[in-house]
């Protein structure tokens, strides 16, 4: 029977390295691949002390203690209503910074989901991913970034304007169309020409 040190219990997909029972004696440094490996050690009770090494080279930061639980792709999706081919473009394109990597999978922060809430608005709004882009750029508590939110509406206004000028026409003219008794569309005058 195994019992792994640190009560962990091998994790699918990671590599464990053995160490021979002629070096149970030797010292061995859990740290290797540059930083990125972590040492566990395990013991049996019929074949004596062995190390493992737990290989994580996908990790880009270690969680620390007092962190709030990172959110899974899945997770995050699930909360948010989008999809998780939506938020690896968010990251790819760098709406959404990229998250951190735990065992190979993306790990979010729970701000996140405030950033995402903030895209879906914003894109509600007519605002193309360039602009929401710069908007997000912004540092937290930044003033200029309101300013920044003032100038895209400004510029934003007109072709809003514009398009419910055009959709009033469209409505009038569908509203004709659904009115018309004309014997066929040469005759109609909803059709000039």
Known sequence: MW?????????????????PPSQRGSACSPRICCGLAEGLLKTSSDRGTIAGVKVDLMSNRDLEPGDLPRLAIGELAQRTGKRPSSIRYYEQIG???APVRVAGQRRYDPATVRTLAVIDTAQRAGLTLDEIKMLLAASPGDPSAVDRLREVADRKLPEITALIERSKLVRSWLEDAARCECPNLDQCPLFPG
């Open 3 to 19: 019992m792994w040190s640190r009560g962990e219990l091998p994790a699918p997909g990671v590599t464990y390295l053995a160490r």
């Open 95 to 97: 709406l959404l910074p």
